[in-house]
């Protein structure tokens, strides 16, 4: 459960600390409409990722930053386009049943530009495509933004996911390769889901046959005692599931598998309201990440528990330097403490800040009705 002090923060400067972070967020937004995952952490500088792009367009979007989420959705529908042979290849290779090696799939983080980056990384994911197909449609739905300009690029997110939604891919943390973890699953069926209305023929069909099959998938193999398991297969919960409960939407929060894994993360990954991934984190000792106590606030509003929502979000905002800056995770609570010098002898101090961080603290302050209570 959640520990709130009395000195928690007002409604009043939550939502300014809202407001801070989508400065924050369009100030570092690169010209090319790229949100960079962190201005100064070694190993992310200079990348974007469609997954926390995608989240953190999203949190914009819902905070009222129409143009910049405009800006990124055009960076990720360029990128697309520009790729639309190796798409075809994919596509053609996998109704073959000769599907292309992990090393030809696309990226899962590209440079400003569009490129793929020098360096080596663990690059093969899906749920960034499927992720962002939600996010485009949800910030078309909220502003009544036309999506017709980014149709081509949707189309081929949609193909491109349809050929290759059953293979095992990195999750949302590039560990497991060999898994098929359930909360990409979730984020592609929420993707294709959001867009088929602009689909039609073959491709529509496509798409809806591919979330009903993703669907029947999780409900047989992805559970574990009612809630969803990190992948196929596994008892564990990953707290990225909270995903597929809320924002996502793929299981209502009030339903029974969305209760289910509500509780399971509340539970085990839930520390005084600081979230760790899972329980067997060491990625710099495996602290509590600011992102994923949002995500579980998601969560328990989508099941009516506001308070405890609000609860999530004050200690998300607990987490902000003094200039406003929210990091990927916090040291207050390690479950590994030996192996966090270890990262920061590799890669230096906790990304500061995440815009991802940013991103999810905007989406719920939104979603709590804190815009304009500055």
């Not at 809630?227 to 990953?238: C, N, T, Y």
């Amino acid at each position: 459960m959640t520990a709130v002090e009395s000195s928690a923060p007002t409604l009043p400067e939550l939502a300014a600390l809202a407001d801070t972070s989508l400065d924050t967020i369009v100030s570092l937004q690169d010209p090319s409409g790229a949100y960079p995952a962190s201005p100064t952490f070694s190993a992310y500088r200079g990348y974007s990722w469609f997954r926390d792009g995608a989240f953190i367009a999203d949190g914009v979007s819902a905070w009222g930053g129409v143009d910049s989420a405009n800006r990124f959705h055009a960076w990720c529908s360029r990128i697309l386009v520009s790729r639309r042979e190796q798409i075809g290849r994919i596509v053609e290779a996998a109704a073959a049943g000769t599907p292309v090696p992990d090393a030809e799939m696309l990226p899962t983080r590209f440079t400003f530009a569009g490129g793929e980056g020098a360096d080596e990384w663990w690059d093969f994911q899906l749920d960034g495509y499927g992720t962002w197909l939600w996010a485009v449609v949800e910030h078309g739905n909220r502003h009544a933004v036309e999506l017709a300009p980014w149709q081509d690029a949707i189309d081929l997110a949609v193909d491109y996911l349809v050929s290759s939604w059953r293979r095992p891919c990195f999750d949302w943390w590039e560990e497991r390769a060999e898994e098929v973890h359930v909360s990409t699953l979730g984020c592609i069926a929420a993707g294709l889901a959001a867009v088929g209305p602009t689909l039609t023929g073959e491709r529509a069909l496509a798409a809806r046959l591919a979330v009903q099959e993703i669907r029947a998938l999780i409900r047989q193999d992805g559970l574990s005692n009612g809630h969803l398991s990190k992948w196929i297969g596994s008892p564990e919960v990953d707290a990225s599931l909270l995903s597929v409960i809320r924002p996502l939407g793929v299981f209502p929060a009030d339903g029974s598998i969305g209760t289910e894994t509500i509780a399971a993360i509340d539970s085990q990954l839930n520390v005084d309201g600081g979230v760790h991934r899972y329980l067997a984190d060491t990625f710099f000792g495996g602290g509590q990440w600011p992102l994923l106590s949002c995500f579980l606030g998601l969560a328990l509003l989508g099941a009516g528990d506001r308070d405890r929502a609000l609860d999530q979000l004050r200690w998300a905002a607990s987490t902000a330097t003094p200039e406003g800056d929210l990091p990927e995770q916090v040291d207050r609570h390690l479950l590994a403490p030996h192996m966090r010098q270890e990262w920061v002898d590799r890669w230096g101090t906790v990304a500061t800040p995440l815009l991802w961080s940013h991103g999810m603290y905007l989406r719920l302050a939104a979603d709590l009705g804190l815009r304009g209570a500055a």
